[in-house]
């Protein structure tokens, strides 16, 4: 069941639960007082009551963190930005990285009091108290990182992608709902002004009757080579074993934990993958097609014959989606245009836009906000933890944008034209190709993981 579908009494019930631990708090705080009054003057500091602006313990939402790199590092600094956040936890298969957070942690808070992990079941047995996480692993753990959270009964920020199959995508959407959790996929763009604006001019009309959404997406090619051997470090220091996770297994090789795991078929779903969870879905939004994905997609091909790294889609409604790489205008990565009967409008990551005629170009602004910066994304995160409202980037939503993504590069795979049914989640009809392009809806999972 998701929190669209509760009842009022079940929605009143889950937002009770999210405050029973606040409201133990606020009792036993009480229950000091009145026990020490009758010895001695009972002294409550000022920030356990909320004064100065501090948030009192009862109302901060108590966050734990798997797998901080890079990108989740910065996440992880947005969310100790937020006053009613209280960091408590870091779980990483890495020891570098779970002493780099802790340390982090312990600099914010000016104790010793985060605890480190590197199995995530022990760190959330551990830690009962914690209301949501932060998932920033590799591409790879995070369907089986976001499962395992809502089981635990977490409230989840997971990186994109979320999965690397169509059949992924759909099983962390099933768990969220499941078990009625809040759930936002880092796809911040949704959260940001001017692709915010972009998306407001197509629904108002401004652009006449919507024809094309373009989604600035990389070369979809990936290897299956495998890096050479090398020696395996410790445990304690690395834990290859836990790093692999659910797909085949492979001998250690520094780069991969390094960041060069990217463009591994095991690890890594390819270009249009790793921007089109962005940029696919900044299109689905703007064509309003959030709960369903295109119905035709087929692979471009230049003069000779050969694919390019473009691939396009059609939607119900005749709506034309387009992946390419190349062709933009320099507003920055992870780019989309949006053409309509009466004009166009471009943006990307810088924050600028582009439009087709004056009367559009009156409508555009400057934002001096980057499309990578996370910070009002989790801030709506954090507000729906609260109210259990369904975030803009929910698992839903990011679904369909995966799925669409993932049709996407199984006809650049199989160079065909192919049709798929949303409602059933498989390409129709006949053929080799039909046929082949569902088998890529899914992958095996090394054992004993499943989802």
């Known amino acids: 069941m998701n929190a669209s579908q509760m009842t009022?009494?079940?929605?009143?019930?889950?937002?009770s639960a999210f405050h029973a631990r606040r409201q133990f708090l606020k009792h036993s705080l009480k229950g000091a007082a009145v026990c020490s009054a009758a010895a001695v003057p009972f002294y409550v500091p000022g920030k356990l009551l909320g004064k100065d602006g501090a948030v009192p313990?009862?109302?901060?939402?108590?966050?734990?963190?798997?797998?901080?790199?890079?990108?989740?590092?910065?996440?992880?600094?947005?969310?100790?930005?937020?006053?009613?956040v209280r960091f408590l936890s870091i779980?990483?298969?890495r020891k570098q990285r779970?002493?780099?957070v802790k340390a982090m942690a312990d600099k914010k808070y000016g104790g010793n009091d985060c605890t480190m992990f590197s199995n995530m079941f022990e760190f959330y047995a551990e830690n009962p108290q914690m209301d949501a996480v932060l998932i920033a692993t590799g591409d790879r753990w995070h369907t089986m990182a976001s499962i395992v959270a809502a089981k635990a009964g977490k409230d989840i920020y997971c990186e994109k992608p979320l999965s690397l199959t169509i059949q992924e995508s759909r099983a962390v959407?099933?768990?969220?709902?499941?078990?009625?959790?809040?759930?936002?996929?880092?796809?911040?763009?949704?959260?940001?002004?001017?692709?915010q604006l972009a998306a407001r001019l197509v629904h108002e009309g401004k652009l006449g009757k919507l024809t094309e959404v373009h989604a600035n997406t990389l070369n979809p090619a990936v290897t299956h080579d495998w890096l050479p051997t090398q020696p395996e470090p410790s445990k304690d220091e690395v834990?290859?074993?836990m790093w692999l996770g659910p797909c085949p297994w492979r001998p250690f090789n520094a780069t991969y934990i390094s960041g060069g795991w990217r463009g591994h078929y095991d690890f890594h779903g390819g270009g249009i993958l790793e921007w089109g969870t962005?940029?696919?879905?900044?299109?689905?939004?703007?064509?309003?097609?959030?709960?369903?994905?295109p119905v035709e997609y087929f692979p471009e091909h230049d003069a000779k014959g050969n694919r390019t790294a473009t691939v396009y889609g059609r939607y119900a409604n005749g709506v034309k989606l387009v992946c390419r790489q190349h062709g933009w205008l320099g507003l920055g990565t992870c780019s989309a245009r949006y053409v309509g009967e009466e004009g166009w409008i471009e943006t990307g990551d810088s924050g600028k836009m582009a439009a087709s005629s004056e009367a559009l170009k009156k409508e555009i602004k400057y934002f001096r906000y980057a499309g990578t910066d996370p910070r009002g994304h989790i801030r709506e995160f954090l507000d729906c933890v609260k109210s259990r409202r369904k975030p803009s980037s929910n698992a839903d939503v990011a679904a369909n944008a995966h799925i669409a993504s993932h049709c996407a590069k199984i006809a650049w795979d199989t160079d065909s034209k192919l049709t798929f049914d949303p409602s059933k989640e498989e390409f129709t009809g006949t053929g080799a190709e039909v046929e082949v392009a569902n088998r890529l809806r899914t992958r095996a999972m090394r054992s004993p993981w499943r989802c």
Request: aromatic share 8%; with cysteine; proline share 4%.
């Open 239 to 241: 834990d290859w074993e």
């Open 173 to 195: 959407a099933t768990a969220v709902n499941r078990y009625g959790r809040v759930f936002q996929a880092g796809t911040q763009r949704r959260s940001i002004p001017n692709f």
């Open 8 to 15: 009022a009494s079940q929605m009143t019930a889950s937002v």
């Open 57 to 84: 313990p009862s109302e901060q939402i108590i966050l734990g963190a798997l797998g901080i790199g890079a990108r989740g590092g910065g996440d992880l600094q947005n969310f100790l930005n937020n006053p009613d």
């Open 98 to 100: 779970r002493l780099a």
């Open 91 to 93: 779980c990483d298969i």
């Open 278 to 293: 962005h940029t696919v879905d900044l299109c689905q939004w703007a064509n309003q097609s959030d709960d369903t994905v």
